[in-house]
């Protein structure tokens, strides 16, 4: 076991190997979405982009699910064509929108409109049919301790970040990446029923251990604001 001190009520898995952390975590996501599809009539799933989360999308898209039920959306998407190299649209589609999982419904963050203000009204409409709070969220963390799109340099950051802000999603113009970018906001993600951080490498094991430093400080690292009580994370070097 990594020697880190995280917030009392969080949860900690780690592996020697990637691969046995996605399928850990893929078991223990499809296991919260059966348990929700025999309660309501959709259950949700937000994910991340990455390189990171590739073998948890394999693992998950063969899961014996009724995917017809599952809503799927990106925790964040970046203000990218459909087929762009930078797109996690992309990705999700290619790697967990496959196999059994693709009979779910996707739930799209780029919508038409080459500048994303133009777009964020038909995003808030795509999402309209999510039903709050969503049941799984799965984040990916940076080294500067950003998580979904909520940046530490991003303008728009006080505004996504407030627990008190009702919109489903934020524009994020961070100086530090190339593209705009559209985010869920922190209050939808940190309502969900069951939350995972999902994270590869000694450099993030370093960067989460800064970030329990000082919960507190929420807008210097903004993944700060999900390492509470009933956060599972998912490990490996």
Known sequence: MPDIRLP????????????GVARALASTVADV?????????????????GSTPLPFFKALSDADLDWSRVDVVLAD????????????????????????????RYLALKQPGEI??????????ALSVLVL?????????????????????????????????????????????????????????????FTALHLKGED???????????LDDVFAMPVRAFLKPGLEVFWSP
Do not use: Y
């Not at 009392?8 to 691969?19: I, S, W």
């Not at 203000?79 to 589609?93: I, K, M, Q």
């Open 8 to 19: 009392e009520g969080v949860g900690f898995h780690a592996d020697d190997n990637a691969g």
């Open 33 to 49: 979405l059966a348990s929700r599809l025999e309660q309501a009539p959709r259950a949700s799933l937000v994910v991340s982009g």
């Open 77 to 104: 998407e970046r203000w990218v064509p459909e087929g762009d190299p930078a797109s996690n649209t992309t990705l999700v589609r290619n790697n967990l929108l496959v196999g059994r999982a693709a009979k779910a």
């Open 116 to 125: 994303l203000d133009q777009g964020l009204e038909a995003v808030r409409q």
């Open 133 to 193: 709070p969503v049941d799984v969220v799965i984040l990916g963390m940076g080294n500067d301790g950003h998580t979904a799109s909520l940046f530490p340099d991003a303008p728009e950051l006080p505004e996504a970040m407030d627990k008190f802000n009702t919109g489903l999603v934020a524009a994020m113009t961070p100086e530090s990446q190339p593209q705009p970018r559209v985010t869920l906001t922190r209050a939808v993600l940190a309502q969900a029923r």
């Open 204 to 214: 993030k094991l370093d960067t989460l251990r800064r970030a329990c430093s000082a």
